[in-house]
Nanobody, 115 residues
Framework: QVQLVESGGGLVQPGGSLRLSCAAS????????MSWYRQAPGKERELVAT????????DYADSMKGRFTISRDNAKNTVYLQMKSLKPEDTAVYYC????????WGQGTQVTVSS
């Protein structure tokens, strides 16, 4: 059974940083490109960043370039999202999934950027 467990969210002031983690199980992690997504209140889920199977390439949504960094550790079946220079508009529930949303969604982790 596939499980995606996101963690690391919280309340942070504008300009602050957070590091999100996603622990994956139930599938061969290194066989999949992995992505982070987010969903803000009243909005559709959007793609944040993607990393290829062995981390050789990363891609970001335009508004996240230069502020967010996606990485992975295949030995730990974990994908990370380092976020810096956070803005109030980054407030959302953040989810990980295989590229394209291949698996059932986890619970996500709430990120709130507010002073």
């Amino acid at each position: 059974q596939v499980q995606l467990v996101e963690s690391g969210g919280g309340l942070v002031q504008p300009g602050g940083s957070l590091r999100l983690s996603c622990a994956a199980s139930g599938f061969t992690f290194s066989s999949y490109a992995m992505s982070w997504y987010r969903q803000a209140p009243g909005k559709e889920r959007e793609l944040v960043a993607t990393i290829t199977r062995f981390g050789g390439r990363t891609d970001y949504a335009d508004s996240m370039k230069g502020r967010f960094t996606i990485s992975r550790d295949n030995a730990k079946n974990t994908v990370y999202l380092q976020m810096k220079s956070l803005k109030p508009e980054d407030t959302a529930v953040y989810y990980c999934n295989a590229e394209g949303g291949a698996f059932s969604w986890g619970q996500g982790t709430q990120v709130t950027v507010s002073s």
